[in-house]
T-cell receptor, first 115, second 110 residues
């Protein structure tokens, strides 16, 4: 049971570089989410998707972009990496809208450092 | 502003002992409250989800309580094990947004 798979697990970037964080789920969930987790803070929603071809901004979308071409994949793109984007990034999925009581399934995260 | 405050920030307990974690929230209107367990280097895993009408919910040695009137929840861990060492995150929903607490880090020592 793979669940939600995130790659890479770790990455160090230089300021101004770009990269894509990959996320894939095999549970046929329509809803997918990207969060960032900073030390001592609660998770913050970056972007979410309610199905293939549909994405929307969360609380902290600046500096990020997403796409959802298939039900399974939901990549997160950083175009011009900045030190403020140093964080742990989590992808999650759920069968229906997360706010209505459906449990979310999280990946194990990508630890990203911008130097 | 919707907020979720957890206490204590961290705690250390001896294996076999019980402990209780607290969650106070100002989220309104209230839809549901969930507790997650996050092992070091892993993603959060759902322990319980409670709606307005549920006062208590258990998952093995984990028991969550909810007082929607005072906007408080607690997570009780019974007979702690070394594998309970983790961060425990309280999350409150107002039906269109989730608000995450910063978590309580529990360390269980032999």
């Amino acid at each position: 049971n793979a669940g939600v798979t995130q790659t890479p697990k770790f990455r160090i970037l230089k300021i101004g570089q770009s990269m894509t964080l990959q996320c894939a789920q095999d549970m046929n969930h329509n809803y997918m989410y990207w969060y960032r987790q900073d030390p001592g803070m609660g998770l913050k929603l970056i972007y979410y998707s309610v199905g293939a071809g549909i994405t929307d901004k969360g609380e902290v979308p600046n500096g990020y972009n997403v796409s959802r071409s298939t039900t399974e994949d939901f990549p997160l793109r950083l175009e011009l990496a900045a030190p403020s984007q140093t964080s742990v990034y989590f992808c999650a999925s759920s069968y229906s809208r997360q706010e209505t009581g459906q449990p979310q399934h999280f990946g194990d995260g990508t630890r990203l450092s911008i130097l | 502003k919707n907020q979720v405050e957890q206490s204590p920030q961290s705690l250390i307990i001896l294996e076999g002992k019980n402990c209780t974690l607290q969650c106070n929230y100002t989220v309104s209107p209230f839809s549901n409250l969930r507790w997650y367990k996050q092992d070091t280097g892993r993603g959060p895993v759902s322990l319980t989800i409670m709606t307005f009408s549920e006062n208590t919910k258990s998952n093995g040695r984990y028991t969550a309580t909810l007082d929607a009137d005072t906007k408080q929840s607690s997570l009780h861990i019974t007979a702690s094990q070394l594998s309970d060492s983790a961060s425990y995150i309280c999350v409150v929903s107002n039906d269109y947004k989730l608000s995450f607490g910063a978590g309580t880090t529990v360390t269980v020592r032999a």
